[in-house]
């Protein structure tokens, strides 16, 4: 890995043939790291170790469950690194697809959970006066439509949300408080529905996931190497994407989009593209969030928790690969260790750690190392010369 100097331009080493477009020369920042081919396998060997082999053999089963939560968590940073480390979008709301996934999940687990208690209609609905199971209730019943579904709404609807907004062109603060806004919406509509979605009780007590018994404890460390497995499939594609014509483009539109609109591509549809894979990985997350902590609820999906992945992925570095991973990490096992001391405090701390590392390191942690070596080197530089 090595770090890129804030002043030196990044362009396309890839020979263009005569007649194809060249991207303009853009600037990657501040804490940017190159990660080459061996460092990401070195990254991925490293972390398939840890989480595949060295943490079933050390973690019992609640501290696996607890490291699960927060590698689901971790997927929907690498989603917001992509939009805002490399699009430059402050996606600020990306707990709606978070919870269209964890929901459409949930969903069908507590269908599945009724069946097997002889009942057609699940539990909380009777309570409610219901008779009869909603339709919408009844599309993700069967377990491959369930999966079918948290892949594609989620991505169907930020496809639409993202091409209403980009091809508007709105942007910067402007489309940080739309999509803030847009996360607030989807949890009072979600508190505001108790036949279909208990309100703000949730979806829990989950018993069974495609027929796995979620009570045993060999099934929860299958469930546990999944979701690990998944985390770096999603580190490996992201990385293919930095690296490729697309993550040159997505630069390119974050630091010119005008020049890269007169050279005749849509910077809205490459934000939209961008956008619809955030909200894949994100939706993605929420699906595994669901068996692996075993309830989905408003407050899991509202602006403090949209807010919450941002402050990880700030603190890793945005605009690295493994930066957002780390740094989501670091923020949910502080919050679970320091929430329950301090209940009250630790939501103004999240927002005074969130202003600092804006304010005086933008970089985020990842850059502290860059900047470390970027100063020796001009040390090294000044002693020569003084020779």
């Known amino acids: 890995m090595s770090a890129a100097a804030p002043s030196t331009p990044s362009t396309s080493t890839t020979p263009t043939p005569a007649g194809t477009r060249t991207l303009p020369a853009v600037t990657e920042g501040a804490g940017v790291w190159t990660t080459g081919p061996r460092g990401a396998l070195l990254g991925l060997g490293v972390g398939a170790i840890l989480l595949l082999v060295v943490a079933p053999m050390t973690l019992s089963g609640f501290g696996l469950d607890l490291l699960g939560r927060y590698l689901c968590m971790a997927m929907v940073a690498v989603g917001i690194g992509l939009v805002?480390?490399?699009?430059?979008?402050?996606?600020?709301?990306?707990?709606?697809?978070?919870?269209?996934g964890a929901y459409i999940m949930a969903m069908h687990m507590t269908l599945a959970d009724t069946t097997l208690e002889g009942e057609s209609i699940p539990t909380f609905m009777r309570q409610n006066g219901v008779d009869r199971l909603p339709e919408l209730w009844g599309i993700v019943q069967h377990p491959?439509?369930?999966?079918?579904?948290?892949?594609?709404?989620?991505?169907?609807?930020?496809?639409?949300?993202?091409?209403?907004?980009?091809?508007?062109?709105?942007?910067?603060?402007?489309?940080?408080?739309?999509?803030?806004?847009?996360?607030?919406?989807?949890?009072?509509?979600?508190?505001?529905?108790?036949?279909?979605?208990?309100?703000?009780?949730?979806?829990?007590?989950?018993?069974?996931l495609f027929g796995w018994d979620l009570s045993d404890s060999t099934n929860r460390t299958i469930l546990f190497l999944v979701v690990a497995a998944v985390l770096l499939t999603m580190l490996a594609v992201t990385w293919q994407l930095y690296r490729s014509r697309f993550g040159e483009l997505l630069v390119a539109v974050r630091d010119q989009e005008e020049r890269v609109r007169f050279l005749g591509y849509d910077p809205a549809l490459v934000k939209t593209v961008a956008y619809m894979i955030a909200a894949l990985f994100a939706a993605i997350g929420g699906a595994l969030f669901v068996p692996v902590v075993?309830?989905?609820?408003?407050?899991?999906?509202?602006?403090?928790?949209?807010?919450?992945?941002?402050?990880?992925?700030?603190?890793?570095?945005?605009?690295?690969?493994?930066?957002?991973?780390?740094?989501?990490?670091?923020?949910?096992?502080?919050?679970?260790?320091?929430?329950?001391?301090?209940?009250?405090?630790?939501?103004?701390?999240?927002?005074?750690?969130?202003?600092?590392?804006?304010?005086?390191?933008?970089?985020?942690?990842?850059?502290?190392?860059?900047?470390?070596?970027?100063?020796?080197?001009?040390?090294?530089?000044?002693?020569?010369?003084?020779?």
């Not at 480390?85 to 707990?95: H, Y």
């Not at 980009?166 to 996360?183: D, E, H, N, T, W």
């Open 144 to 208: 491959v439509v369930a999966v079918a579904a948290v892949v594609l709404v989620p991505t169907g609807v930020a496809g639409l949300l993202g091409w209403a907004i980009f091809s508007r062109r709105v942007k910067g603060a402007y489309f940080a408080i739309l999509s803030q806004a847009l996360a607030a919406a989807f949890a009072v509509l979600i508190i505001g529905q108790p036949v279909l979605t208990n309100g703000s009780n949730g979806l829990s007590n989950f018993h069974s």
């Open 84 to 100: 805002w480390g490399r699009g430059g979008m402050l996606a600020m709301g990306q707990g709606v697809y978070f919870g269209l």
């Open 294 to 387: 075993g309830i989905i609820s408003p407050a899991d999906i509202g602006v403090v928790p949209s807010i919450a992945f941002l402050i990880g992925v700030a603190i890793g570095g945005r605009a690295t690969w493994l930066g957002p991973v780390l740094g989501s990490i670091a923020v949910s096992f502080a919050g679970t260790q320091l929430a329950s001391v301090f209940p009250s405090f630790w939501v103004y701390f999240q927002g005074l750690l969130f202003i600092l590392v804006i304010g005086f390191l933008p970089g985020g942690l990842a850059s502290v190392t860059g900047f470390l070596r970027r100063r020796k080197t001009s040390e090294t530089i000044e002693m020569e010369v003084t020779r």
